[in-house]
């Protein structure tokens, strides 16, 4: 069973992600996403078909990375369903997830998809 609070997330990680430059926020497939100048860089998902995780999809540079982040700490990283092929990972949002952590990735999924522009 979840015991997440999956709207205090959704809150918190909506705020992280907005405070980010020319970021806006819509629904897609149902969830919340995340985008910067038209392309998407997080999606918050919550019991994704029943899979009974709460996590943000952040985009990866690609599949070395994706591979490095589930070796190195599978309890924080996963392979979320559609993405995991186009180079993203999940990130828990579980009680102890690391906020600090949470928000690096964003911030990194943010800069890839940005543009020149916005990123130096």
């Known amino acids: 069973m979840l015991s997440t609070d999956p709207v ?63 070796e190195a700490d599978p309890q924080t990283y996963s392979r979320p369903a559609y993405l995991w092929p186009s180079g993203w990972v999940g990130v828990s949002l579980a009680d102890d997830a690391d906020w600090d952590l949470v928000d690096a990735r964003l911030r990194s999924s943010w800069a890839l998809a940005a543009p020149r522009r916005l990123t130096g």
């Open 8 to 70: 205090a997330v959704e809150a918190r990680l909506r705020a992280l992600c907005l405070a980010l430059p020319e970021t806006a926020e819509k629904i897609s497939h149902g969830i919340p996403a995340f985008s910067v100048a038209g392309k998407m860089f997080a999606y918050f998902r919550h019991d994704h078909h029943g899979d009974g995780m709460t996590v943000v999809c952040v985009k990866t540079t690609g599949r070395d990375e994706q591979e490095f982040l589930i």
